[in-house]
């Protein structure tokens, strides 16, 4: 026997243990109707370490709560308590001893932990039962009861409970499952129970791992506000007999854009050893955490998830949505109708690659035949395109690996395909000017020059950006209050700069030299004659030149609207079939300048080549 003394009127002896169905439960729940006097109230404590007892008395104007009960918690404070509306207070007392926790529920107004909690524990001390309690008084507790089951309907001055030391965490196994005819399955309604416990336990560290008897593994670890993303892997070692271990991954968006100052949220993740715990009310399916901020709401979302599963392992096969604008965007703003726009990248890309590739190799079988400066810049413009179009996908694809270092790498082949992109572009607004207004300059090593220009320098400013660590996962917001992720450039500044400037300063170069391009192939036509006249062939050359130009990537600067993100989308996703539909379309004019130059033989000069190719671009 122990004694513990709340007071000095009377010194109890407390016992505990609570049976449901012949088992011992770890938790215990009692509630009362306080009967008081109108004086000031007030909580008394007397909780030390140990397993011998608990005590809830009360007077006129005290609630008693004592015994020696925890693992590690020692409380002997005093607690002012609030008034109530009349002479009788209704209140729980909650305690659980895997958790260290012990709770005060007053007035149901008013909560107050006494004790806890602490990290989870093996061994505490549960099993509590009615020991004694005293008899009818004119003050003291009403309608005592545990777990709802009425003990005495009148006033008594006090309780006492009886503990014994346990194994907590076997008392859990038995909360969770239900072991009938040697079948074992998950109690209904307590799928959620453990990582609840979890949830409120203490953390000594940022992550806590625990594990039951009954194969079930779980940790739990803090999102920090430098949180980047974790993967959780159930150890090795618990469980033999599995090659590959299973892992969760815990995006970085998994709160999505709100603040984390107040309160580090937590995360718990349980691996359970027996699959058939879940196969009788319960299937395996692929999710994500979905945000609506604007509803308030926040669920797990199994759009645009697929689910392949067998006897032994799940793979979850999730669409990964972002948009061809997205490289040139101004703002950070949602974007309407992402997956529409996913679809038309997807498309557009598949589109243009696949023309880049046939363009290259049409060219490199008749590069004989066609061997002047234009048709390699369109060439390399060809490349830089299939470059940017193979990252992208690339990118959409590889994503959601998580990894860092793939992350990285994705990002700078990205960026430097797009560099180079717009370089070539340049080059061929250049090269326009170049054959218009200077026909009779000549430049020595002039394609090994714009290759230096179109492709090393582009590699440097990428190379530099990584070592600076510029490049990782970055989220695009949707209108619908979700987040997706891609790997780009983290910090606007860079963006500004190296993507939205530098193609300002390309976009009106090239714009000027379309401007020029086509007064020029105007006035061409006015020494025609009137059959060969037509206004048609002066809108279809502009809009050949458009593509090689890139000009439709200005629509980027209106992605502030749908339209303009739409329009951007579309048409830059497909520039490389634009391309090749040129190349097909002037390949007879292509031909005929080649034919006219071997006519002139060994002898041509440097302006008789310019000067079929600039018949070339403005035929």
Known sequence: MCSVTLGPICTFLLLVCFLNDGRCERDFQFCGVRKHSSETQKLQLNVTQGC???????????????????????NTSSISLPRGSGLETPFCVYWDGFLDLLLLDYNTTRNYTLCGPSTPQTTCCTDLSLHNNSGSKDTGILKG????????????EFYMFRGESGRCDKAVCDDLLNIRNGQTAMKPGRDDELERLMMQSKFTRDMLHFDLPCGIQSTAFKLGPEFKGSTVVRREGRFPGINKQPSVYIPPTLLGNKTRALKTPKVVCSFYNNN???????TRTCVFWDVLPNEGKMFWNESGCKTLKNDTQTACHCNHLTYFAVLLQISNKPVHNLEAQTNITYIGCVISAVCCVLTICMFLCRRKCISDKSNLIHMNL???????????????TLASLSNEGVCTLLALMLHYSLLCSFTWMGIEAFNVYRLLCQVFTYTSQYMLKLCIVGFVLPAAFAIGFASRGFYGSYRIPSSTGTETTMCWILHPLVHYITNVGYFAVIFIFSTSMLVVTAVKIRNSMKHKCAQERSSWKLVFSVLMLTCLFGTTWGLNFSSFTYTGQLLSTILNSLQGFFLCVRYFLMRPKQESGSKLSKLLGSSRSTSSTNAAESKSLNS
């Open 52 to 74: 011998c007892s608990l005590s809830i008395s009360s007077t006129a104007d005290t609630l008693f709560i004592g015994g020696e009960i925890t693992v590690s918690c020692v």
């Open 276 to 282: 058939s715990l879940f196969q009788a009310n319960m």
């Open 382 to 396: 060809a490349v830089a395109l299939l470059l940017l179009n193979l990252s992208f996908l690339l990118n959409v």
């Open 145 to 156: 009861s545990v777990r709802g089951d009425i003990i005495e309907n009148n006033a008594q």
